[in-house]
């Protein structure tokens, strides 16, 4: 597993060699992605601009959900968001040169790149955390301040998970991962706002089957003290890291069984 | 006129070749219209009219926001096809053709509107109106000026993307300028949240600028609520832009064309 | 070294007849495949595009599946123990490149060589020898994407031998080379092969590779081994024929020469195919001369294609090797 992860950073680590050759660029990158999904959260001033309350939240606790959503997501989206171009590896080949390496396949996908430009974004959810935190009424305890980390980086997990499981479906059609995106971007934008405004089947969904709503929804009901308007057990809050290790174990599975199609069908 | 229609074919055909593509796309938009229709439901929980919108109006918009997005080209090739072809000097065979390029460009993409309107915007209003209470006109009269709303903004829009794509004559690495004018699009013209939603005296500015004739505009005359109460008014302000962006994108073509024989592309 | 037993690859075709139906088709890539290559041979692989040899590479090398029969490679199963082979093997994709496309040459090399795990002494050494043999000091740091053809066939083999793979799989190493390049290559595979004893499996389309390098060849057409042996025994047995092109003064009927009969004629040429154990071209040219107003001749041996075809046509039986 060690030998993995130095492998993994060894690989990694030419990729963001490379970006930081053209350092100037990459900032301004950086900077331009932070400036883009900051119009993601001008949706969210304009409503509280005119309402006082969306479902059962206020301005700062949905500030609060979207950052928490919106880092990990980032986080995810710097180290895997080059499976949008996965697809591709197939077409042109690229996946049977990473088969015939003696490293697991599913490595060196995630491995291929590693885009510092997407920092952007991260950084503006953290400018986003630090409103919400000074406009919002928490009441804190060390568990509530560890809470915080813990679920950027199990939520970060769990969308990869996601995601790399989603992005299997290039190896049976290879085009469809237009489809996959709708679940993978529509998935980011719905974990920012609080699970109770939505139909009783997505929430069914995203708790039970694609469990997005641990990435930042549970965790925000632990830290902000509230309640599930469903009345859901506050136990969930805790089980971010649960699930985040159990999605990881069935992307992996999906993975698997995907290349032993791949390899059976055709390549 | 004849090449126009030809054109304008081709462009319908080009995007009739990938019905994958469309059905993912429409996929994605229905997705988004159920999202963001959710949360405009909650938000008006709170309130029963918002910058003249109701509930009712609110959802219509989501619905025809997502489904007009492509008709408009919101995201798309639209905004690199031309830059590229600039940058790897294919532009030159263009510009040899006994034809204007600009005028090429406009109708196909206008072909390309037609076979969006059809199989993106179609149905999702379609499924918008099955699964959820909307707005619907009852004056066809509203319906006509509708259609030619979306019209205007088509052109507005290509008006726009063509713009953007001419700084590739000029700017080596056209994609930073061209992200961000994708995103500053996303966000004026009213595809993220209506701006009729932005308070005040806000609203009425970002209302009068092109990037808002392409989405808000048609929506805002749907609705029955276009900016300064005039149906007209909204409809002259968007063929002024649609003008005002070709006669623009015609000027700088020349310079950019001039600028190519000059140095030889 | 590589074994394979009866092995067979289907592929499910779907194909669209008319407007909605889809009909299923089973396509067999490869039907019914043996043999067996000893540690330090160095075979040619041949056959038409389409033939199946791509895919047998990619079977060989853990890439697909087969649907049945048996395949070892060093000792290993390719389908079950994938990351195991791939350490002993090295493989050169003639279209595609393993090297890291922004990065320095010598990055790449490094890169491999945690990837292979190889101790640093070796690849110090092995990189040193290979450096030397095959000139890459001069572009070792250049990126890669700004290497011409040449010297990214160059790293292409490093980059396969640096972790010392008991076998190598190379597909088309030598296309899109000049002439000067070519040799370069082959002379340096044919020293790998000799002096480490490194067992190489040649896929190719150039008869030039095959006839320095290999003295064995495999041609395979329709997914089935339709020759397995050497190089001349091949041209012996089936690149008998060799064709005279003639041009005479003016068109004339076909040529009546003994030892030879005429294919085709076109205007005032024609076409004359002849056995090379029957007639020598030279006893040939003589007789036309003798017969004809010759204003000029050439010389057509059989290509491989025309020998594929032929041993095809004639549902030939695998001769014993």
């Known amino acids: 597993m060690r030998a993995l992860a130095a492998i993994y950073v060894r690989l990694v680590g030419a990729r963001v060699r490379s970006q930081l050759e053209y350092r100037l660029s990459t900032a301004l990158q950086l900077v331009g992605v932070g400036i883009l999904t900051a119009t993601d959260f001008v949706a969210i001033a304009v409503i509280f601009a005119n309402v006082p309350e969306l479902g059962e939240w206020s301005l700062g606790e949905v500030a609060f959900l979207y950052a928490l959503a919106t880092i990990s997501f980032a986080l995810t989206d710097i180290a895997i968001g080059h499976l949008d171009l996965f697809p591709q590896m197939i077409r042109e080949g690229t996946f049977d040169q990473i088969l015939v390496r003696p490293l697991p396949s599913l490595l060196q996908v995630v491995a291929a790149d590693f885009a510092l430009r997407r920092l952007g974004k991260a950084l503006q959810g953290l400018a986003v955390l630090a409103f919400a935190l000074t406009i919002v009424d928490v009441d804190w305890t060390v568990g509530r301040a560890l809470a915080i980390p813990l679920a950027i980086a199990a939520g970060a997990v769990i969308y990869g998970a996601v995601w790399i499981a989603l992005a299997t479906v290039a190896f049976w059609i290879v085009d469809a991962i237009e489809l996959v995106n709708a679940f993978t971007y529509g998935g980011s934008f719905l974990s920012q706002y609080p699970l109770g405004i939505f139909a009783r089947w997505l929430r069914g969904l995203v708790v039970f089957v694609v469990p997005l709503a641990f990435v930042a929804y549970f965790p925000a009901l632990y830290v902000l003290d509230k309640d599930d308007e469903l009345g859901l057990p506050r136990a969930l809050s805790f089980a971010s890291p649960f699930v985040a290790t159990l999605a990881a174990l069935a992307a992996g599975a999906v993975w698997r069984n995907a290349v032993r199609h791949y390899r059976s069908a055709g390549g | ?265 | 070294m590589i074994e394979l037993w009866n092995v067979e690859k289907r592929f499910v075709v779907r194909a669209k007849i008319g407007r909605l139906r889809r009909e299923r088709r089973e396509v067999r890539a490869v039907d019914g495949l043996s043999y067996r290559l000893e540690r330090g041979e160095m075979t040619g692989y041949l056959g038409p595009n389409g033939a199946g040899k791509s895919t047998t590479v990619k079977m060989l090398t853990g890439i697909l599946v087969p649907s049945a029969g048996v395949i070892r490679v060093a000792g290993l199963d390719p389908s079950r123990q994938r990351i195991e082979l791939a350490r002993r093997i090295g493989v050169v994709f003639g279209q595609r490149s393993q090297l890291w496309w922004d990065l320095p040459l010598g990055d790449s090399f490094d890169l491999l060589r945690h990837i292979y795990r190889v101790p640093a002494e070796r690849h110090r050494a092995n990189l040193k020898r290979l450096t030397e043999v095959l000139g890459l000091a001069a572009f070792v740091n250049t990126p890669v994407r700004q290497l011409s053809l040449g010297q990214r066939m160059r790293g292409e083999l490093t980059a396969a031998l640096l972790h010392d793979p008991e076998v190598i799989f190379l597909d088309e190493p030598t296309i899109g080379l000049d002439i000067v390049a070519k040799a370069a290559v082959r002379e340096f595979l044919a020293e790998v092969n000799r002096e480490r004893g490194v067992t190489v499996l040649l896929t190719t389309h150039d008869l030039a590779d095959i006839e320095r390098l290999c003295s064995r060849l495999l041609i395979i057409d329709h997914g089935r081994l339709i020759w397995d042996g050497g190089l001349d025994e091949l041209k012996r047995r089936y690149g008998q024929e060799r064709t005279l092109v003639v041009d005479l003064e003016e068109a004339a009927p076909p040529l009546e020469v003994s030892g030879a009969r005429v294919t085709k004629v076109d205007g005032p040429r024609q076409w004359l195919s002849f056995r090379r154990d029957e007639t020598s071209a030279a006893e040939l040219t003589a007789t036309v001369a003798a017969n004809a107003r010759l204003v000029d001749l050439a010389i057509e041996e059989t290509q491989i294609e025309e020998i594929v075809r032929r041993i095809y046509a004639t549902g030939a039986a695998r001769p014993a090797s």
């Open chain 2, 1 to 265: 006129m004849r090449l126009d229609w030809e054109l304008a074919r081709r462009g319908y055909r080009r995007y009739a070749a990938y019905p994958g593509a469309t059905w993912a796309g429409l996929f994605t938009n229905v997705v988004f219209g159920f999202l963001i229709a959710y949360i405009l439901l909650a938000v008006y929980e709170h309130a029963d009219v918002i910058g003249g919108y109701d509930v009712r109006d609110a959802i219509a918009y989501v619905w025809l926001s997502q489904g007009l997005m492509s008709v408009v080209g919101i995201f798309g090739a639209g905004w690199y096809e031309l830059a590229r072809r600039v940058q790897t000097g294919d532009v030159a065979t263009d510009l040899q053709r006994p034809l204007h390029v600009q005028r090429a460009e406009l109708a196909y993409d206008v072909g390309r509107a037609g076979y969006q309107v059809l199989w993106r915007a179609l149905p999702q209003f379609a499924l918008g109106a099955l699964l959820f209470e909307i707005t619907i006109p009852g004056e066809p009269g509203r319906w006509l000026l509708f259609a030619a709303s979306v019209a205007l903004a088509v052109i507005v829009a290509f008006g726009i993307r063509f713009l953007v794509n001419l700084c590739s004559f000029w700017l080596l690495d056209y994609r930073g300028p061209v992200v961000l004018a994708i995103a500053l699009n996303l966000v004026l013209s009213g595809a993220i949240m209506p701006l009729v939603f932005f308070p005040g005296a806000l609203d009425t500015v970002l209302r009068l600028t092109p990037f808002a004739a392409v989405l808000q505009a048609p929506i805002d005359v749907y609705v029955g609520t276009p900016l300064g109460g005039s149906t007209a008014a909204v409809l002259a302000l968007q063929a002024s832009w649609a003008l005002a962006l070709y006669a623009a994108g015609r000027l700088l073509l020349a310079a950019g064309t001039r600028k190519l024989v000059i140095q030889g592309g």
